[in-house]
Each structure stands twice: as structure tokens, then as C-alpha cells.
């Protein structure tokens, strides 16, 4: 089994709609990301947590919101999708302040119409 | 603030041949540095990585890098490609602070032809 699931694994919404995210983790780590991809950009950080009660915006956080309902759940929520943010969204996992390598789930391919 | 450059979005050689993809940073103090792998359709897996130990660093399906700090580099080689390493592949870079992330590149796709 993966030990970061990601659901769903694509999705199409319309402009306006609001649509939510979800990453789970079997490893047991403490921080969570949240990415996004788009050709030619690399991978861009949206939101990070390093536990349920520390969130933090990253580098492109307007339009979007986060909630970190245990240890090993972290969901990203559109409020109100627009076209510009299809993309494919990454969860990750890194075990803790000391380690710096992340694992990511397989992403999700998020279009707005 | 640290960050990546990929030199080139497209590397492309044939199977066989030396890899070479390579990877700068800017960092006020010492990085951290990995390199990750996407295949089509996937999550980014964990190549390698530099963590203050052994300049060379060995990871899986025969990739290595190595960090020259007076050059700011940590370039992938890889001596003979096979049809299989045809992805993506991305640099990042953290340090060292408690609140440190990881900044990615751009990413470079590797292209391997017969």
C-alpha cells in the first residue's frame, strides 16, 4: 500500500465551484505539503504544516486553504476554482524537523472549465 | 532564501550514453540537496540526496551527483543511459532552519532515444 494516498486522482470542476483535496499518510511524519505543477515551472509550495496546530502559507497561497484534521491528514481546498489554477497538486511528507528529504503522493490532475 | 537553476528543459541523449543534467544553487548557508525523478503519470521519487557528508552521492538506478561548493553545483551523471531513465528530473534545495522548505527547479526532461 502507498504510504501517501491522494484523492482524487483527477478531477474537472467548473469556475466558481469550490473543490477539496485530500492526502493521507501511513508514515508517521509530522510536516506536510502541499505543491502545485505546472509545465515548465517546477513544483511551486501552496501551504505547509509542521503539525495540527502550525500552518503556514507557501510561496502561492492566495485562492486556496488548508486544513490539517490529524497528524496523518491534510486537505487543500479551492474556495471558488478558476481556470488558472488547473494543475496537478502533490502532497508530501517529511518526518520532522532534522530530515529534509519529502515523499510525495502520486498527485491529483485538477482541470476548471 | 535559497534557490535552484536547471540548466536546459530537455537533455537528450541515446541509450548508452553519459547523462550529464545539471543543477546550480544559491544559498546563504550550507544546503541540503536532492535530486528527485517523475516518470509519466507519477509522484516524484527520491533519487539522491546531499546532507553535509560524502561530497559524492550515490543513489539509485546507478545515478550520483556531486556538490562542489566553489562552483554552487550538484550535477546528476548517470555513465550509460537505458531507455528506462526517460523522465523528469528535478534539483531542490533546503537548509538548515526551522522553518526551512524545499525549493525546487524548473525540472529538465530527459529524453533517451535507441
Known amino acids: 500500500d502507498a504510504d501517501v494516498t491522494q484523492t482524487p486522482r483527477n478531477r474537472i470542476t467548473k469556475t466558481g465551484k469550490r473543490i477539496m483535496l485530500e492526502c493521507s499518510q501511513t508514515k508517521g511524519h509530522d510536516r506536510m505539503y502541499w505543491y502545485r505543477q505546472d509545465p515548465g515551472l517546477g513544483l511551486r509550495l501552496i501551504y505547509y504544516?509542521?503539525?495540527?496546530?502550525?500552518?503556514n502559507k507557501g510561496e502561492i497561497s492566495d485562492g486556496y486553504s488548508v486544513s490539517r484534521q490529524a497528524q496523518a491528514k491534510f486537505s487543500l481546498s479551492l474556495e471558488s476554482a478558476i481556470p488558472n489554477q488547473t494543475a496537478l497538486y502533490f502532497c508530501?511528507?517529511?518526518?520532522?524537523?532534522?530530515?529534509?528529504?519529502?515523499?510525495f503522493g502520486p498527485g491529483t490532475r485538477l482541470t476548471v472549465t | 532564501a535559497q534557490s535552484v537553476t536547471q540548466l536546459g528543459s530537455h537533455v537528450s541523449v541515446s541509450e548508452g550514453a553519459l547523462v550529464l543534467l545539471r543543477c546550480n544553487y544559491s544559498?546563504?548557508?550550507?544546503?541540503?540537496l536532492f535530486w528527485y525523478v517523475q516518470y509519466p503519470n507519477q509522484g516524484l521519487q527520491l533519487l539522491l540526496k546531499y546532507t553535509s557528508a560524502a561530497t559524492l552521492v550515490k543513489g539509485i538506478n546507478g545515478f550520483e551527483a556531486e556538490f562542489k561548493k566553489s562552483e554552487t553545483s550538484f550535477h546528476l551523471t548517470k555513465p550509460s543511459a537505458h531507455m528506462s531513465d526517460a523522465a523528469e528530473y528535478f534539483c531542490?534545495?533546503?537548509?538548515?532552519?526551522?522553518?526551512?522548505?524545499?525549493?525546487f527547479g524548473k525540472g529538465t526532461m530527459l529524453l533517451v532515444s535507441p
Open positions: 531542490a534545495v533546503s537548509v538548515d532552519s526551522g522553518y526551512s522548505t524545499l525549493t
Open positions: 504544516s509542521f503539525d495540527v496546530k502550525d500552518i
Open positions: 544559498s546563504s548557508v550550507p544546503p541540503y
Open positions: 508530501a511528507t517529511q518526518r520532522g524537523q532534522g530530515f529534509y528529504e519529502q515523499y
